[in-house]
């Protein structure tokens, strides 16, 4: 699985122009699934998510989970396009990505994990669907983390 978490302001998902999830201060995570992602990726992951230092103690440095952030939420979208593949020409190929029957579980158990985490529903984009997502990024931080890799 690979991740990608933004320290957000605030951040909303709309589909078809109606806003479906949205969150003030916190972080907006994107999640890409592999077919040779496991249930150990997830919660691997997950742990990560939870424990992240990146939000500002009070002398200003980012020494924080989002556990320790007072009204700190988490939005989830998939995107598959996480996994692209840019090694040969200038089209991304997606072969990587999971098709929904290996990536909704998997999906669907990150989303509860973090849901658990943070003692309430994390709320998310759909999967699959077209979504415009919208937020401000907050440093701006950016943060992109592979299970595979274990960085």
């Not at 999830?21 to 972080?27: D, L, S």
Request: aromatic residues 4%.
């Amino acid at each position: 699985m690979r991740i990608v978490i933004q320290r957000v302001k605030n951040a909303s998902v709309a589909i078809e122009g109606s806003v479906t999830a949205a969150i003030q201060q916190g972080m907006l995570v994107l999640v890409g699934v592999e077919d040779a992602d496991t249930a150990e990726d997830v919660e691997w992951l997950v742990g990560k998510v939870m424990r992240l230092r990146i939000f500002d103690d009070a002398e200003g440095v980012m020494n924080l989970p989002i556990t320790d952030v007072s009204g700190g939420d988490i939005l989830v979208v998939s995107q598959f396009t996480l996994m692209a593949s840019t090694r040969k020409g200038n089209r991304p190929s997606y072969i990587r990505a999971s098709r929904p029957e290996v990536a909704i579980p998997l999906y669907n158990r990150f989303v509860e994990s973090l849901s658990c985490g943070l003692g309430h529903p994390v709320p998310t984009g759909v999967f699959g669907a077209d979504m415009k997502v919208s937020l401000v990024n907050d440093g701006p931080v950016t943060i992109i983390i592979d299970s595979h890799l274990r960085e």
